[in-house]
């Protein structure tokens, strides 16, 4: 009998507290601002994470694209949103892009960081009857005929700018060396790249995936920590002693000044997300490669790319 | 033969005039690009100096001819009154929308838009519950579209 | 794995249907369908989940017309290019007959676009191979000009294209990215919503215009119902038309599929430049309608061009599926057709099925669903339209401050529509206005300011001549005409 009771309450502790904690959070649908519009990178990962998400907390999770402004309504829309953990979003690139930080007057320090969700490291491509065959031979040609080749990828001071900026600064040139051509988007510029308008372009490696494999171009290097799965053979800057790395990113991420216990909550369930298999299933076909890192990691991460773009802001007057 | 049109006209080319010469007084502000070239000025200068040409040469041609003020005789003051209330309408419709939500406020504004265009108050009634019912079962039920 | 399966084909078909509602109504694009659908896709096998696609993709560009047919808001800026033609067919004959226009020809437009496809892809990707900013620009301005000279009036035409061009200049320059007219306001940064434009320029204006056109005494007389039925005029009248212009209908479609590879404007592009040309000749309402529809059509062909042959997605579409080719082991390129052809074959003949089956399909659907909206009185019917295009603008990026925009952007249709001024050039200036911008600002940045770089091209040079050779041609037509007329 003792024994019956005694199970009993320790079963009724257990439930106890495990309403208690339920009901702190969440009880109620989690709304997941979408800066960007339905179609793009973001709100295809957005939306076929939030089932997955809503699952593991036990509440709906709602997708809602908050567009215009170049992203800066959205931003806003998560910084401004209430800290309670219910109006959370999926923060990109820009947040931390001088240019656009100018313009917007959002920064990283308007968010509680989450979770990395995604990086879209970006290529070197060249077309596939450039002169250079190594990313040692087009550092030279540069280094030896500075301003002679011309860059694209996206607009001026838009983020693959800052792509190349990063990377002629770390083999010591300047923004003329290898000036840029604006262009209205990636697509943009690997149709002006084919079509030799410009001799080189700097767009995430899936951009260029379909053009590379189809033989029209190719990959002279990858700004990433480590060599790319799909691609082996193609060095990474860092091994070839440039250290420079550069992607864009999805991050979730929540209102500043959102409680800790809750944002701990979300990067459990963020971390459990990513790994479900229709997910990362969903995110192969769309190319979009899942990087996940935890709240503290994410943190740091963010931090450190809001260093590396504040010092690049310089090289561009 | 007197043409209704042209008050109608000239004022559009009154306001293409003023957008022309507003475009091309504030890309004045924009920076230049590092060689010194009209950088993000160049294009609204461009287009600034297509509708000045535009819009004097048709001021011009409407203004010779005749009529002009017989033409003023054919608006309809009452009715750009009615347009000037469903506009009004439509501008309080964000203050609205916090308050009523998006069904709400358009049910209102279908509301007004029936009885301006002379529909009688039952039948304008019934026509706005219905589209409320159908942007609900439609965007949201069926489509999932969120709103 | 099949795309003939009974699963596929009833996949096709729902996706057919979804993405019709989505196409036929203010506010939501054929993009939206897709992002909406994808949680459901990755539950789904990829040959359904694919199938579905397909479906939706046919008939969401499509279906723009069924909106424009109905209610003077087109879906799509491809539609906006014979957006009065094909309404005005809808209120003076019976909304089945134009429909009936659109749907066949779209289906047949799309079905030489695809034949184009898969006949003659790798020259036509030589062709594309060809075309840097400098050939863009002279495309895009061929795009212009027959748009100023297809105007009743020239000054006109010019103030409309200036004040969409100029519309379109507010928010961040497509070059340089210094934010332009914006007056402080966030909300103008990323510039105006296209979608919001359509809307109001095209649904609210009408609201008004009928507003302003309202007689206390003087109802305007309820349309009497057409003695044929929907069929008669949908396939009948419909099906004979096209018949009649076949050699127009194939002309427009081969000129849509070679503008389609134009990335992110081309089946707008092509639509309006063969609509252009189409009024340039005099024709009639039936014969812009038809020639719009079907290149607009032929030109989703078109996207494919680049996408399968050098890799390159022309829009978000395009880059979905592209993404799901390249997981499947599927390369674009020259070897696609030599490694997958029977993979290639069967997607085609999907997309043909797509086309021939479920344009028409969901045209008549939408044909016989306007003609009984119609009976409702138009004052009931003009009503729900304003609700609707509240709802339609709201929707697309949950900012109240589109509204606002609604406002004073449906204000300048009414004025312009009431002037006599072209409103659906206006809405080619915003589309092609930020285009010209960028390839003109893209070939000066490229060559420091060297104009003579724009005629150094073979392909540009063509294009150039094409240019002069229309302005000319059409100035000397239009002396020729207002000579009688002058004593």
């Known amino acids: ?317 | 033969m007197v043409n209704p049109a042209r008050p109608f006209e000239l004022l559009v080319c009154l306001i293409a005039l003023a957008l022309g010469l507003a475009a091309w007084l504030i890309s004045d502000t924009f920076p230049r690009t590092a060689e010194g070239y009209l950088g993000p000025a160049l294009f609204p200068k461009l287009l600034a100096v297509g509708l000045a040409a535009a819009s004097l040469s048709l001021l011009y041609r409407n203004l010779r001819l005749p009529g002009l003020a017989a033409s003023f005789g054919l608006l309809a003051w009452g009715n750009l009154l009615r347009i000037g209330s469903v506009l009004l309408a439509l501008l309080l419709t964000p203050w609205a929308l916090d308050r009523l939500g998006l069904l709400g406020s358009a049910g209102l504004l279908v509301l007004l838009s029936c009885l301006l265009l002379g529909a009688r108050w039952l039948e304008a009634l019934l026509n706005a519950l219905f589209m409320v019912a159908f942007v609900y079962v439609v965007f949201v039920q069926l489509l999932k579209v969120p709103l | 794995m099949s795309f003939f399966s009974l699963e596929s084909f009833l996949a096709m078909m729902l996706g057919a249907l979804y993405g019709a509602l989505f196409g036929s109504l203010p506010g939501l694009t054929a993009t939206l369908a897709i992002s909406l659908f994808i949680p459901i896709a990755i539950f789904l096998d990829p040959t359904v989940a694919f199938s579905a696609i397909i479906g939706i993709t046919a008939t969401a560009i499509f279906a723009g017309d069924i909106g424009a047919t109905a209610m003077r808001i087109p879906g799509t800026p491809a539609s906006a290019a014979y957006t009065e033609e094909i309404h005005q067919i809808g209120k003076e004959r019976s909304p089945a007959f134009a429909l009936g226009i659109s749907a066949l020809s779209s289906a047949l437009g799309s079905l030489v676009g695809v034949v184009i496809l898969i006949g003659g892809s790798l020259g036509l990707a030589q062709v594309a191979k060809q075309f840097s900013s400098f050939e863009y620009f002279w495309l895009v301005l061929l795009g212009i000009v027959s748009g100023v000279f297809a105007s009743p009036s020239m000054a006109k035409g010019l103030i409309a294209f200036g004040v969409g061009m100029l519309i379109a200049t507010i928010g961040y320059d497509p070059a340089l990215g210094t934010p332009r007219f914006n007056f402080g306001n966030p909300n103008l940064l990323g510039g105006i919503s296209f979608i919001v434009a359509l809307i109001a320029f095209f649904g609210v204006a009408e609201v008004l215009n009928n507003i302003y056109s309202y007689h206390k005494s003087h109802q305007p007389a309820e349309k009497p119902i057409p003695k044929r039925s929907v069929a008669q005029e949908f396939f009948g009248a419909g099906g004979r038309l096209v018949w009649k212009e076949r050699r127009l209908l194939l002309r427009s479609s081969l000129l849509g599929t070679f503008i389609g590879f134009l990335p992110g404007a081309g089946s707008d592009l092509a639509a309006w430049i063969s609509s252009n040309f189409t009024r340039l000749r005099r024709g009639s309402k039936e014969q812009v309608t038809l020639s719009g529809a079907s290149s607009n059509n032929a030109a989703v062909a078109g996207t494919w061009i680049p996408a399968l042959s050098l890799g390159i997605p022309g829009d978000t579409l395009t880059a979905i599926v592209l993404g799901m080719f390249l997981t499947m082991g599927i390369t674009p390129g020259p070897d696609l057709f030599a490694k997958n052809l029977g993979f290639v074959v069967q997607l085609y003949m999907a997309f043909i099925l797509a086309s021939l089956l479920m344009m028409p399909l969901v045209g008549y659907l939408g044909a016989a669903l306007i003609s009984t909206l119609l009976r409702i009185p138009m004052r009931l019917l003009l009503g729900a339209v304003m609700g609707l295009c509240l709802v339609g603008a709201y929707a697309i990026n949950r900012n109240p401050f589109d509204l606002y925009l609604l406002v004073v952007l449906g204000l300048l249709g009414l004025l312009m529509q009431r002037g006599g001024f072209p409103v659906g050039q206006l809405i080619l200036g915003m589309v092609l206005g930020p285009l010209l911008e960028q390839y003109l600002m893209m070939s000066l940045i490229k060559t420091q300011w060297d104009l003579t770089a724009f005629f150094s091209r073979p392909v540009a040079v063509v294009l150039a001549v094409c240019n002069l050779l229309l302005i000319v041609g059409m100035l000397w037509l239009r002396g020729q005409r207002a000579r009688p007329n002058n004593p």
Request: no cysteine; proline share 6%.
């Open chain 1, 1 to 317: 009998m003792k024994r019956v009771f005694g199970i009993l309450a320790v079963v009724a502790v257990l439930a106890l507290t495990l309403v208690a904690l339920g009901q702190r959070y969440p009880v109620r649908p989690i709304t997941l601002i979408v800066p960007w519009s339905p179609g793009g990178s973001t709100d295809l990962t957005a939306r076929s994470l939030a089932p997955v998400l809503g699952n593991i907390l036990g509440q709906p999770v709602q997708v809602v694209n908050r567009t215009g402004g170049g992203g800066a309504i959205g931003h806003a829309a998560i910084a401004q949103g209430d800290p309670n953990g219910y109006t959370i979003g999926i923060i990109t690139l820009e947040v931390v892009l001088p240019a656009w930080v100018n313009q917007t007057k959002i920064n990283a320090d308007a968010f509680t960081p989450i979770a990395l969700l995604v990086l879209n490291p970006v290529a070197i491509v060249v077309r596939k009857d450039a002169p250079w065959k190594t990313a040692q031979e087009f550092i030279a040609d540069i280094k030896a005929n500075p301003g002679k080749y011309k860059a694209s990828g996206t607009a001026r001071a838009g983020s693959y700018d800052y792509a190349r900026l990063g990377f002629l600064k770390k083999i010591g040139l300047k923004d003329a060396a290898l000036p840029w051509v604006p262009a209205q988007g990636a697509a943009a510029a690997l149709q002006e790249l084919i079509s030799g308008g410009i001799n080189v372009a700097f767009v995430s490696i899936g951009e260029a995936s379909a053009l590379v494999k189809a033989g029209e171009a190719r990959y002279l290097a990858f700004m990433t920590d480590r060599r790319f799965p799909a691609f082996p053979d193609v060095p990474t800057l860092k091994e070839l002693g440039v250290d420079w790395t550069f992607a864009s990113f999805l991050m979730a991420a929540a209102p500043k000044h959102t409680l800790p216990s809750v944002a701990r909550q979300l990067d459990q369930a963020f971390a459990k997300a990513v790994q479900d298999p229709e997910f990362v299933r969903f995110m192969n076909n769309a190319n979009l490669v899942i990087n996940h890192l935890n709240f503290d990691q994410t943190k740091a991460f963010l931090a450190e790319r809001n260093r590396a773009m504040a010092e690049l802001a310089d090289e561009l007057k």
